[in-house]
Structures are given as structure tokens and as C-alpha cells.
Antibody, heavy 124, light 106 residues
Framework: EVQLVESGGDLVQPGGSLRLSCAASGFTFSSYWMSWVRQAPGKWPEWLAN????????YYIDSVKGRFTISRDNAKNSLFLQMNSLSAADTAVYYC??????????????????WGQGTTVTVS | DIQMTQSPSSLSASVGDRVTITCRAS??????LNWYQQKPGKAPKLLIY???SLQSGVPSRFSGSGSATDFTLTINSLQPEDSATYYCQQSYTKWSFGQGTKVEIK
């Protein structure tokens, strides 16, 4: 069964740091881009960051650039998100998502095709 | 950044009805548009990718259409289990989601 399981969410004070983890199973982890997506209470999802299969490229939304770092360990089928300088605005459920590429007519279409159950980060 | 605007924000329909949700992008995104379904307390689930391709395992009553800036998700013959919030998401650049459409069953 394809599965993603996040961990590491917690209650943290403003200005603090937290490291989230995501354990992948049931698919070849090293073959996929991976992403972190968060969803604040009552809001829509927000893509935060993604990382290439070999870890050589990372991309971030502007609001977390310089504060958050995405990384991966393909030997351990794991994805990470290091979060620093946290504020109340970072309070959300954080999801790990497999970023699948679907090739149609010579173009690659990227989706979040597998999601974890989420881990809750509260900054207060 | 590309803004995604969905309408309506909520709707109520009866079992068997045809439901249409629209999504508009602030700039042309070709067909780099995905649709997700989210139920309370759960992660979003991919329904449609590349504007009109049905994800494996998703019932055929779900369909998508559109290109450039205007897109539509249609649910034919609404079922009780379709009660959820639906989000569009562009994957053209710096991926972003719409604000969601909550579908309720009358």
C-alpha cells in the first residue's frame, strides 16, 4: 500500500523551530518529486516547498523562503521540513505529498497524487 | 503569483443533480490545472489532473474541462458521498490552490 506518514508536529513558541518528518512506503521514493503542503484552520491548502528526486533542486513559496528547508533521505525513504523563526501564521496542519508527474502529449503535469494524514503545528 | 478564484464558495444540491464548479486563473495556465476533494479531517484527494484527465479509481461521474484561464469541475448525478470541499490547483508555476467550494447534500 502506498503510504505517507508525517510526524513531528507540536506546540511551539513564536520564534521557535521544529523539524517535521515524513516516512514513505509502498512506492519507489527516490523516483518522485516530493512536497510539503500546509492548511491553516478553515483555509485552503498552501503549497510550501518541493524537492527533486535526488535532492539537487528545491523550490519554496516566498513566505517561507529563508525560514524553511526541505530535504530528503532516499536511503531511509524519508522527507523532512526544517522550520525556523515560526510565527502564529505558521499554525496549520502540514501534509507531506508525493508529487506525481503525468506525461500527456509530451508535457509533464505535476499533481499531489498521494498525501499523508497530516501533522499539526501550533505556534503560540 | 497566479491567483485561483473558485465559484461558488458553497452550494447545496440534491442527490442525482448535476453540479458545476468553476475556477478562474489570474493568468493563462494552459491545462496545468488539478482538482481535489477534501472531506472534514482528511487530506485532499486528487480527482482530475491536466484539466480533464480522471485520476485512476475516481468515479466517472466526475469530469473536468477548460484551458487557459477558465476551468470547470462537473459532478454528474451527485451522490451522498460527494459531500465535501473541492479545490482547484494550478501547477503552471509556484503552485497555488483556489479557496474552495463546499458541496452539501440537500
Amino acid at each position: 500500500e502506498v503510504q505517507l506518514v508525517e510526524s513531528g508536529g507540536d506546540l511551539v513558541q513564536p520564534g521557535g523551530s521544529l523539524r517535521l518528518s515524513c516516512a514513505a512506503s509502498g512506492f519507489t521514493f527516490s523516483s518522485y518529486w516530493m512536497s510539503w503542503v500546509r492548511q491553516a484552520p478553515g483555509k485552503w491548502p498552501e503549497w510550501l516547498a518541493n524537492i527533486k528526486q535526488d535532492g539537487s533542486e528545491q523550490y519554496y513559496i516566498d513566505s517561507v523562503k529563508g525560514r524553511f528547508t526541505i530535504s530528503r533521505d532516499n536511503a531511509k525513504n524519508s522527507l523532512f521540513l526544517q522550520m525556523n523563526s515560526l510565527s502564529a501564521a505558521d499554525t496549520a496542519v502540514y501534509y507531506c505529498a508525493r508529487t506525481g508527474a503525468y506525461n500527456l502529449a509530451t508535457s509533464d503535469y505535476y499533481t499531489f497524487d498521494v498525501w499523508g494524514q497530516g501533522t499539526t503545528v501550533t505556534v503560540s | 503569483d497566479i491567483q485561483m478564484t473558485q465559484s461558488p464558495s458553497s452550494l447545496s444540491a440534491s442527490v442525482g443533480d448535476r453540479v458545476t464548479i468553476t475556477c478562474r486563473a489570474s493568468q493563462a495556465i494552459r491545462t496545468y490545472l488539478n482538482w481535489y476533494q477534501q472531506k472534514p479531517g482528511k487530506a485532499p484527494k486528487l480527482l482530475i489532473y491536466a484539466a480533464s484527465s480522471l485520476q485512476s479509481g475516481v468515479p466517472s461521474r466526475f469530469s473536468g474541462s477548460g484551458s487557459a484561464t477558465d476551468f470547470t469541475l462537473t459532478i454528474n448525478s451527485l451522490q451522498p458521498e460527494d459531500s465535501a470541499t473541492y479545490y482547484c490547483q494550478q501547477s503552471y508555476t509556484k503552485w497555488s490552490f483556489g479557496q474552495g467550494t463546499k458541496v452539501e447534500i440537500k
